[in-house]
Every structure is written in structure tokens, then in C-alpha cells.
């Protein structure tokens, strides 16, 4: 094959691979959201911590929510102001505030003390990044600015701190410090990738960083403020964006107004920036069902944060394929927009008159596609139902009679052991007027009077045919032990359910008289293989263990041989020492020398009742403070002998 043909299937090829991959968002911040988020926040406005209330006002600045209490608060930060032991931290929580609020007074806090304070950690070599970042940012937001000459030293110092730990956090740090400082922390820019790397893909649809919201949101509000600065668009790619986006909007169940800001901050950075800003596309809530009733397909198209595009004229499904088979319904649709929300898109997906069932639609605005997915409803109808009784042994042919859904037949039916129950029934699309299959097709029997607050209670499965008609048979003999043997009334339902129909439904379709057997008490008590199980919850029998019986033991004549034969040897020792005569005379008479004799004496002893009686668990109990004590008067007793020997040369 020609070379160039080759490269331009797999051009095709990947185009349409590509065309699967989602290039949107799936979900953005919605109103429930923000109301949520803005509780969280609240707490903070009771100005009782300079953080909280650096986050409570930030938050709302993000939310677009006006504060009630700006003189209060105003207040409060003059008032921490004049506190002396004030931190780098905590001077960057009153200057981020003293600027969000915008309408304080300037005179009333010492600006020219904490412009110093803050520039004299700029200037100190051994400050660490965090608080770098602090003191810079806080400077700036006082409205004022690093002096070129500190501005060299500083970045100098970060470049050099950037060698010995490049960490994600001071990575973070970095890029919003380099931001401030204008065009000497362009450096920072070749960080980017740097950073961007390390980040974790989870599932193909998330991008975070290691340490989680906190981190992530300070590395890409900390990218996208040096880019802006610099005016350089970031290195990230749209996928890369995407997946941001889809981190941060997962994460919308935060609880912890740091957290709110971090998320907000971050959301609001990636839907505003002057650079590639990620797009929604999704369901509306009320588009996700599709039936006759409700034949609009609703998709949303907005920014993370919700708010109308500017630039999308033309929503459209590319394709929308059935789920089951794959079959392709619609094909280049557009969408029509709604004038009284520019954010919504409606298709009526019914006017192709598609099967009930899943579909996938691939939607394009612009440049930027995903996919959806929604669910067909049709409704059912009961097009017959035929019910009745017929021998057992199938000699004779049923006698069936028609009901009407939903009607009840007027008489009911009787039924002995020799009979068996039968129904057929066939049921139908309403719509396309065409035999329907559905999941869920039961026929259930319960006695109309309950027997000692016994209620029988009978569910079975109805079976279809090759032509889709129901059928089910029901010997009444031998289903006699699943009702207990009670003969009395039973209502019939027919119950039919499936996820695609809109209208599922359970209808009593008759009563019917059963006559079982007449049986045993024994056997009316045995219990039935559908209503009765045994009591998993009642306790259990107490597990004993067993242990393994002793074997029999020899009789005591020949045990009492044994021992005798086997204590032989120390009679044959005693009698050499006495025919060789015992030398006693060097055995030093101290106490470490009695304890050793008698503890080793007490040892063999100790071996012996174990022997006879003892167990290994108490023998070794006693071995231990025996051997102890042996082993330390034994090492006193040569000790003794030693030095005794040796002083003797």
C-alpha cells in the first residue's frame, strides 16, 4: 500500500479517536453550590481569628456576594493591627483583607511598621519561601512594591533555594512570589513544565498534585498569575486544563473555609484567565429522561462557574448512538438555543422516533465536544391477558377468559391439586404498537386472609416466547408445600417493570380459590422453600475444642522397670566413687557454690516431674528462675576457682 495512504488512515483514525475523547467538562459550580459554600464561609464573618475572616472575605469576594459588615470588619483589622507580636502570616491575612474590602481607611493602620517588618524578612537570607510568599504578597497588597535591589537578592535567593529542595510546595510559593516581582521572576517561567509533570492523572478525567486542594490550587493560581504577568501563555495543554477543572469541581463537597477558597480561587482562575479557559457541556437536570411527554433534550453550555459563553453560536449532536447495538439515530443535529437562558440548548431527540433505551450523543460547541447520555422511556399497554385453569396432566385444553387492563375479573376462579393455574398475556409498546419485552415480569399470588398472622405471599417469574407472549404455568399440587398447604383465596397481580418504561404498573388481575391436600401436621410445619429461612441472626452452638485423647499408657511394673533401668547409671556412679574414693576436700564450702549444686540438682529434679506430671507451659515457668539462679551462682562459684588458681602461681 501506497506510504502516503497509510498516514492518512491514520490520520482518520485518530481523528476519530480524538473525537471521542471528552474536551469538556462535565459539570460546573451551580447555585447549590455556592449557597453551600457561602455556609461555610459564614462562621467567618463573626471576627473572632484574622484567618477566618481573611477567608470569609475572600470567599465572598469569589462568590460575587456582598459583605453586610465592612465597617465592622474594617474595625477588627485596625484593631489586630496595632497588636505587636503580628507574624509574617498573619500580616498577610490583614493586608490580602484590608485589600479585598477596598474601603478602609489607610491612615488607620501603621503601614510605614509593616512595610518594614515585611521588607526585612525579604532582605533576611535565612527566610524560608512560606514566608517569603507572605511578606511579598502582603507588601503588595499594602500597594506597595520590592525595590529592584531586593527584588535581585530575592530572586537570586529562590533560584538558590530551588536547587537545594524544588518541592511542590515551594514550587507554589515561587510562582506567586515571581508574579510580584514583574519581569525579574521570569525565571520561574522554565518551572512550569517542572511542575505540570509531577502532577497525578487519576482515572483519565482528574489532575491533582500530591498534598491535595490545598497544593494544586496554589500551583495553578501561582502558574496562571506569572503568566499573566509576563504575559506568556502557561504550558499546559487543553486536556491538562480540562482535568484541573474536573479536579476542582469534584471537590465542591469541602468543608473547611480554607479549602472554599481554594477551591474558589482556583475555579474562578481557570474560567477567567486571559488564556484557555475550560467549557461545560452537559445535561440540564430536567434533559436527562426522554418520553413523548418530555421530548427535549436539555444540554448546558457554560464556563466552571456557570455563566453564559460569549462566543458559542452553534451547539451540535454530532451523533447519537443506541447503547445496546450501537445503532447511530441522529446525526449532525442542531441544537436550538433558549432565549431566556443563553446557558441552554434543547433538541427534540423524539422526532426520530427512536427505540426505547441509553443512548450516547456526542455534542459539539465549537471547538470543544463531549458526551452525554439519556434514557428513552415509551409506555405499556397490555395488549391481552388470558387466565385460567387446565388439568395437570394436560389431558384436556385450558379454559382461558380475557381480562382488560386494569379491570378485575368478576368471578373468581377455583383450583384443586389436579389443576394447575394459567396466564398468557402479551404486552406492547404504546407508542409503536409493537410486542415489548420487558426485565421485570412477575406473577404474584397472597391470600386475601391471612391465617394467624401467617399471609402467604407467592412471587414468580413469567417466561416469555419467541413471539414475546408470556406464559405461565402453576401445577397447584405441587406448589403446595411453598403455600404451606393453605387453601384459601389468593389474589393474582401481575407485576411489569423495566428502566424504560415510564408507566410500570401492578394490577390485580383476579382471585382464585385454591384447594391443596390434606397433609400431616408434620408436614405442614416443614418449611416452605420460599417464605421460610432459618434465623441467620439466633445463636449459634458453643464451638468446644477438642484435644487429642492421651494414648494408654504402659502398665506400672514395666514403667517402674524402665526407670529403674534408666537411673541405673548414676547407681553405677556412686558405686565407682566409693570404690575409688571420693575426694571432697577442694569443694569450697561458700553460699554461690551450695546455690549452683542445688540449683542444678533442683533442674534435673524439675525434668523429672515433668516426666511424671508437669506440662511443658509450668515446667518452663520454673526452668526460668532455676536456671537463673544457677547460671549467676555458677558463674560467681569459677569465677572463684579461677582467681583462687591463678593466686596459687
Keep these: 500500500m501506497n506510504p502516503t495512504w497509510i498516514l492518512l488512515l491514520i490520520a482518520a483514525a485518530a481523528s476519530i479517536s480524538a473525537a471521542d475523547?471528552?474536551?469538556?467538562?462535565?459539570?460546573?459550580?451551580?447555585?447549590?453550590?455556592?449557597?453551600?459554600?457561602?455556609?461555610?464561609?459564614?462562621?467567618?464573618?463573626?471576627?473572632?481569628?484574622?484567618?477566618?475572616?481573611?477567608?470569609?472575605?475572600?470567599?465572598?469576594?469569589?462568590?460575587?456576594?456582598?459583605?453586610?459588615?465592612?465597617?465592622?470588619?474594617?474595625?477588627?483589622?485596625?484593631?489586630?493591627?496595632?497588636?505587636?507580636?503580628?507574624?509574617?502570616?498573619?500580616?498577610?491575612?490583614?493586608?490580602?483583607?484590608?485589600?479585598?474590602?477596598e474601603k478602609c481607611q489607610p491612615k488607620s493602620i501603621p503601614l510605614s511598621s509593616f512595610t518594614k517588618t515585611l521588607t526585612a524578612v525579604i532582605d533576611k537570607e535565612s527566610s524560608t519561601i512560606p514566608e517569603l510568599y507572605y511578606a511579598v504578597t502582603a507588601l503588595v497588597s499594602f500597594g506597595q512594591k520590592v525595590s529592584d535591589a531586593s527584588a535581585t537578592k530575592l530572586m537570586k535567593n529562590l533560584q538558590a533555594s530551588l536547587k537545594k529542595d524544588d518541592n511542590l510546595l515551594n514550587l507554589g510559593y515561587i510562582f506567586h512570589i515571581a508574579a510580584d516581582l514583574g519581569p525579574a521572576g521570569s525565571f520561574a517561567l522554565n518551572q512550569i513544565d517542572d511542575a505540570i509533570v509531577q502532577a497525578d492523572e487519576v482515572n483519565g478525567r482528574f489532575l491533582?498534585?500530591?498534598?491535595?486542594?490545598?497544593?494544586?490550587?496554589l500551583i495553578v493560581n501561582g502558574i496562571y498569575r506569572l503568566s499573566s504577568a509576563l504575559k506568556k501563555k502557561p504550558t499546559i495543554s487543553s486536556q491538562q486544563i480540562v482535568k484541573l477543572a474536573n479536579y476542582f469541581l469534584s471537590r465542591r463537597s469541602v468543608q473547611t473555609p480554607k479549602g472554599v477558597v481554594n477551591l474558589l480561587s482556583s475555579i474562578h482562575t481557570l474560567a477567567t484567565n486571559e488564556f484557555e479557559k475550560p467549557i461545560c457541556i452537559t445535561l440540564s437536570e430536567d434533559g436527562v429522561v426522554i418520553s413523548t411527554k418530555q421530548p427535549l433534550v436539555r444540554i448546558k453550555v457554560c464556563d466552571i462557574l456557570g455563566n453564559p459563553l460569549p462566543s458559542v453560536t452553534n451547539v451540535i449532536a454530532n451523533t447519537a448512538t443506541k447503547v445496546s447495538d450501537d445503532v447511530v439515530v441522529i446525526s449532525k443535529k442542531n441544537f436550538q438555543s433558549t432565549p431566556n437562558d443563553k446557558t441552554l440548548f434543547t433538541l427534540n431527540f423524539m422526532a426520530t422516533s427512536p427505540e426505547p433505551g441509553f443512548y450516547k450523543i456526542a455534542v459539539s460547541a465549537g471547538s470543544v465536544v463531549n458526551t452525554v447520555s439519556v434514557k428513552v422511556l415509551t409506555e405499556v399497554k397490555v395488549d391481552y391477558l388470558e387466565i385460567g385453569t387446565a388439568d395437570a396432566d394436560q389431558t384436556t385444553q385450558p379454559k382461558l377468559v380475557k381480562v382488560t387492563h386494569p379491570q378485575k375479573l368478576g368471578q373468581k376462579i377455583e383450583a384443586d391439586s389436579q389443576q394447575k393455574l394459567v396466564i398468557r398475556f402479551l404486552l406492547k409498546d404504546a407508542v409503536k404498537n409493537k410486542p415489548l419485552k420487558v426485565h421485570q415480569a412477575f406473577v404474584r399470588l397472597s391470600s386475601i386472609v391471612s391465617k394467624e398472622n401467617d399471609k402467604q405471599?407467592?412471587?414468580?417469574?413469567?417466561?416469555?416466547?419467541?413471539?414475546?407472549?408470556?406464559?405461565?404455568?402453576?401445577?397447584v399440587g405441587s406448589e403446595a408445600k411453598n403455600f404451606n398447604y393453605q387453601s384459601t383465596d389468593y389474589n393474582i397481580e401481575l407485576i411489569v417493570g423495566d428502566a424504560i418504561l415510564s408507566n410500570s404498573f401492578q394490577w390485580t388481575v383476579a382471585t382464585i380459590g385454591l384447594k391443596f391436600p390434606e397433609t400431616a401436621a408434620s408436614e405442614v410445619a416443614e418449611k416452605s422453600t420460599y417464605r421460610q429461612k432459618p434465623n441467620v441472626y439466633s445463636p449459634k452452638p458453643e464451638i468446644k475444642h477438642l484435644f487429642r485423647e492421651p494414648e494408654k499408657r504402659p502398665s506400672a511394673l514395666v514403667s517402674n522397670f524402665f526407670t529403674a533401668l534408666c537411673a541405673s547409671p548414676i547407681l553405677v556412679l556412686l558405686i565407682l566413687w566409693a570404690k575409688l574414693g571420693i575426694n571432697i576436700s577442694n569443694f569450697p564450702f561458700s553460699l554461690s557454690a551450695i546455690i549452683f549444686h542445688l540449683g542444678l540438682g533442683?533442674?534435673?529434679?524439675?525434668?523429672?516431674?515433668?516426666?511424671?506430671?508437669?506440662?511443658?507451659?509450668?515446667?518452663?515457668?520454673?526452668?526460668?528462675?532455676?536456671?537463673l539462679v544457677t547460671f549467676l551462682a555458677g558463674n560467681k562459684l569459677l569465677s572463684r576457682i579461677a582467681h583462687n588458681r591463678k593466686g596459687a602461681r
Design 21 to 101: 475523547v471528552p474536551s469538556s467538562t462535565n459539570s460546573y459550580l451551580t447555585v447549590a453550590d455556592k449557597l453551600r459554600l457561602k455556609k461555610v464561609l459564614e462562621p467567618g464573618h463573626k471576627l473572632l481569628d484574622l484567618a477566618q475572616t481573611h477567608y470569609a472575605v475572600l470567599g465572598y469576594k469569589l462568590l460575587n456576594e456582598p459583605i453586610t459588615k465592612i465597617g465592622e470588619t474594617c474595625e477588627f483589622l485596625i484593631k489586630s493591627a496595632g497588636d505587636s507580636v503580628l507574624t509574617t502570616e498573619q500580616i498577610y491575612y490583614l493586608a490580602t483583607t484590608w485589600k479585598t474590602l
Design 208 to 217: 491533582q498534585f500530591e498534598g491535595g486542594l490545598s497544593i494544586t490550587s
Design 457 to 475: 405471599e407467592i412471587i414468580f417469574v413469567a417466561e416469555s416466547d419467541a413471539s414475546n407472549v408470556y406464559k405461565f404455568d402453576m401445577p
Design 602 to 627: 533442683g533442674i534435673f529434679v524439675l525434668f523429672g516431674m515433668f516426666w511424671l506430671k508437669l506440662n511443658m507451659f509450668i515446667t518452663l515457668r520454673y526452668l526460668l528462675g532455676l536456671g
